[in-house]
């Protein structure tokens, strides 16, 4: 995969190949956060819906959805169900025009 972004040492430009191993490495951090406040939330979580989410899985949507095999090592790790929404990168702002087009029943959320 090729990455564009900014060299830290020579704060230019610049254009690097990385295998998805490399890639993978370089956000293990980030991904054992998202593990651990995943863990957080459903401890917090009344029973009944962790029973619904443990039967039905959790649905990633969103840029970060599209890392190939990101799904696999959450439920590796969390031990539940991870899809992929069909379009993860525009499903968040269809899910949000859907939310301010029935902002009424959302109140709770703002």
Same mark, same amino acid.
């Given at each position: 995969?090729?990455?564009?972004?900014?060299?830290? @040492?020579?704060? $230019? @430009?610049?254009?690097?190949?990385?295998?998805?191993?490399? $890639?993978?490495?370089?956000?293990?951090?980030?991904?054992?956060?998202?593990?651990?406040?995943?863990?957080?939330?459903?401890?917090?979580?009344? @029973?009944? $819906?962790?029973?619904?989410?443990?039967?039905? #899985?959790?649905?990633?949507?969103? #840029?970060?959805?599209?890392?190939?095999?990101?799904?696999?090592?959450?439920?590796?790790?969390?031990?539940? @169900?991870?899809?992929?929404?069909?379009?993860?990168?525009?499903?968040?702002?269809?899910?949000?025009?859907?939310?301010?087009?029935?902002?009424?029943?959302?109140?709770?959320?703002?």
């Amino acid at each position: 995969h090729s990455v564009k972004g900014r060299s830290i @040492p020579r704060g $230019l @430009p610049e254009q690097c190949d990385l295998s998805e191993v490399e $890639l993978f490495e370089a956000l293990e951090d980030d991904i054992t956060a998202i593990v651990e406040m995943i863990r957080r939330t459903l401890e917090e979580t009344p @029973p009944e $819906l962790v029973g619904d989410i443990c039967a039905n #899985g959790i649905l990633l949507t969103g #840029g970060g959805a599209l890392l190939r095999g990101l799904d696999k090592r959450l439920q590796d790790k969390i031990n539940i @169900p991870f899809h992929v929404a069909d379009d993860p990168l525009h499903s968040v702002a269809k899910g949000t025009g859907v939310a301010l087009k029935n902002i009424h029943n959302f109140s709770f959320l703002m």
